[in-house]
T-cell receptor, first 112, second 112 residues
Framework: GENVEQHPSTLSVQEGDSAVIKCTYSDSASNYFPWYKQELGKGPQLIIDIRSNVGEKKDQRIAVTLNKTAKHFSLHITETQPEDSAVYFCAARPGENTPLVFGKGTRLSVIA | EAGVAQSPRYKIIEKRQSVAFWCNPISGHATLYWYQQILGQGPKLLIQFQNNGVVDDSQLPKDRFSAERLKGVDSTLKIQPAKLEDSAVYLC??????????FGPGTRLTVL
């Protein structure tokens, strides 16, 4: 089955700097890759997603890139702010209407 | 639009007791998922429903866990009897057509 690896497990950046989180997946059939932000005591919140027919997607300070050949995708957050501090999860979906397979998460700390 | 609702938010029980969690998905969402999130890890699927039918329950420990989605709307997840290793956050998610998943706030279960 699908396996998703996520790195790093923790990341500290200075406010205003960029943060990059990387994920790899194993199943070449996976076609949907969402990123979730989870704050303490809350459920995961979708922040951006990308489908396999697209190489890059941006939404204000957040961008995701996908390399299907290498089977990896990355989250880029620019001009980080303290409120970006949270745990971020990547996920992959192995097929239509199948459940997501999540990475283990990255704890991002933005230091003011 | 109201989000996914879950109750209770917290539950503390002793091992061998039983417990039930409730989920109300976003209105009109046909697909409902239950995930287990152990501390420090990403969510892991327990069961997926499409309307009131089970699509995937391959990772549900059926000797102690059960779930139902009567009338294709609300869902309940039950654990009987609970073990120490069941301590986790139980997340419910829904999606309109098996694509983008929206998560509820979760129920934090502590088994003593």
């Amino acid at each position: 089955g699908e396996n998703v690896e996520q790195h790093p497990s923790t990341l500290s950046v200075q406010e205003g700097d960029s943060a990059v989180i990387k994920c790899t997946y194993s199943d070449s059939a996976s076609n949907y890759f969402p990123w979730y932000k989870q704050e303490l005591g809350k459920g995961p919140q979708l922040i951006i997603d990308i489908r396999s027919n697209v190489g890059e997607k941006k939404d204000q300070r957040i961008a995701v890139t996908l390399n299907k050949t290498a089977k990896h995708f990355s989250l880029h957050i620019t001009e980080t702010q303290p409120e970006d501090s949270a745990v971020y999860f990547c996920a992959a979906r192995p097929g239509e209407n199948t459940p997501l397979v999540f990475g283990k998460g990255t704890r991002l700390s933005v230091i003011a | 639009e109201a989000g996914v609702a879950q109750s209770p938010r917290y539950k503390i029980i002793e091992k061998r007791q039983s417990v039930a969690f409730w989920c109300n998905p976003i209105s009109g969402h046909a697909t409902l998922y239950w995930y287990q999130q152990i501390l420090g890890q990403g969510p892991k699927l327990l069961i997926q429903f499409q309307n009131n039918g089970v699509v995937d329950d391959s990772q549900l420990p059926k000797d102690r866990f059960s779930a139902e989605r009567l009338k294709g709307v609300d869902s309940t997840l039950k654990i009987q009897p609970a073990k120490l290793e069941d301590s986790a956050v139980y997340l419910c998610a829904s999606s309109p057509q098996g694509d983008t998943q929206y998560f509820g706030p979760g129920t934090r279960l502590t088994v003593l």
